[in-house]
């Protein structure tokens, strides 16, 4: 099992940046290819990076792209989410999120508020 917890989240002004957190307990990280997504009120969850488990390879929502940056520390069994040039359509719960192998994710923090005021 693995635990995940972010931090980080807060509350911003429209172009300013944020850097959350998601530290993890119970098994290393290395095994593991990593994201984060987020949810925002009366909408669903939505994919916004994944790392893989080297950390060689991002991949980003079109949305964000440019603007955030994921990123791991595998030695401090931590993953990033870098967010710059914050608007207030970012506003959301952030969650992370990790899998081994496929297509779905096994285990998901319990998220962290972003709100992005104009």
């Known amino acids: 099992q693995v635990q995940l917890v972010e931090s980080g989240g807060g509350l911003v002004q429209a172009g300013g940046s944020l850097r959350l957190s998601c530290a993890a307990s119970?098994?290393?990280?290395?095994?593991?290819?990593l994201g984060w997504f987020r949810q925002a009120p009366g909408k669903e969850r939505e994919f916004v990076a994944h790392?893989?488990?080297?950390?060689?390879?991002?991949y980003y929502a079109d949305s964000v792209k440019g603007r955030f940056t994921i990123s791991r520390d595998n030695a401090k069994n931590t993953l990033y989410l870098q967010m710059n040039s914050l608007k207030p359509e970012d506003t959301a719960i952030y969650y992370c999120?990790?899998?081994?192998?496929?297509?779905?994710?096994?285990?998901w923090g319990q998220g962290t508020q972003v709100t992005v005021s104009s």
């Open positions: 999120a990790a899998k081994r192998v496929g297509p779905d994710y096994n285990y």
């Open positions: 119970g098994r290393t990280l290395r095994s593991y290819s």
């Open positions: 790392i893989t488990m080297s950390g060689g390879f991002t």
